[in-house]
């Protein structure tokens, strides 16, 4: 605990100093950006020392590892994220979890989402995470099929959809990691004018590129690395 109050003492409020810095520079305040601290990988510890410097959204990626994490602090503790991949027979699990699922990546897993939802009378809230880069190992939608999957999307009755995700390509080249965040903005614009969704959020940027995704619009980012460290093997 003690080493995860200070990591975050240290890395805390530079992050929300560069949050705040971009999103004004895209004509906003910090406070329309949230942070999401992602804690996979390290212990309850770290969860439990963000909890105690004030972050409220913590995320994981693993559904194994968020049930042990949720099971130790409590559904109630913190506002949950699930960010990683979804294997359809796991949405319920995920629906159990998570207050928002980030990873919606083909119709058939927000099929799954739906029912579960429904069959404990409510709705799950999502977004449907598109694939900008096009490189092949990363999930989601392809940016060129995300409208129709958005439209098989919004007639699931237990989805609500609350906006688009997606990672960018790993590099350092600002040009291309910008036209990822862009392109996410874009598809949010497009499905803005042309179908009924209505969802607000942008979930875009990480520890390697978020100041470049707030610029280009970015409402969440979700960030691990420079809050705790470097995760342990
Ligand atoms: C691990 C992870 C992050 C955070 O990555 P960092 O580089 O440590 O900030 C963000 N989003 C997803 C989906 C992740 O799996």
């Not at 969860?47 to 042990?68: S, T």
């Not at 927000?110 to 995470?129: F, I, N, P, Y």
């Amino acid at each position: 605990m003690a080493m995860y109050a200070s990591r975050l003492a240290e890395n805390l409020p530079r992050v929300q100093e560069i949050v705040t810095a971009a999103a004004e520079r895209s004509g906003r305040g910090g406070e329309d950006v949230t942070v999401v601290a992602i804690t996979k990988a390290h212990p309850l510890a770290a969860i439990e020392a963000a909890l105690a410097a004030g972050i409220r959204d913590i995320g994981e990626n693993r559904i194994e590892e968020m049930e042990e994490k949720v099971a130790a602090l409590g559904r109630a503790a913190a506002h949950w994220h699930m960010v990683g991949h979804v294997q359809s027979r796991k949405a319920s699990r995920a629906v159990a979890l998570a207050d928002l699922v980030h990873s919606v990546d083909t119709v058939r897993l927000g099929q799954k989402l739906s029912r579960a939802a429904q069959s404990t009378d409510g709705k799950v809230s999502v977004l449907v995470q598109v694939n900008t880069s096009g490189e092949g190992a990363k999930s989601g939608f392809p940016g060129d099929n995300v409208l129709e999957g958005l439209h098989g999307l919004l007639e699931l009755p237990g989805l609500s959809i609350a906006g688009f995700m997606t990672m960018a390509p790993w590099t350092d080249d600002e040009g291309r990691l910008r036209a990822a965040f862009r392109r996410l903005r874009e598809i949010h614009e497009e499905a803005t004018r042309s179908t009924g969704y209505s969802g607000k959020e942008l979930s875009m940027g990480m520890t390697n590129d978020y100041p470049i995704a707030v610029e280009e619009g970015s409402t969440i980012v979700r960030i691990g690395t420079a809050l705790f460290g470097e995760r342990p093997r």
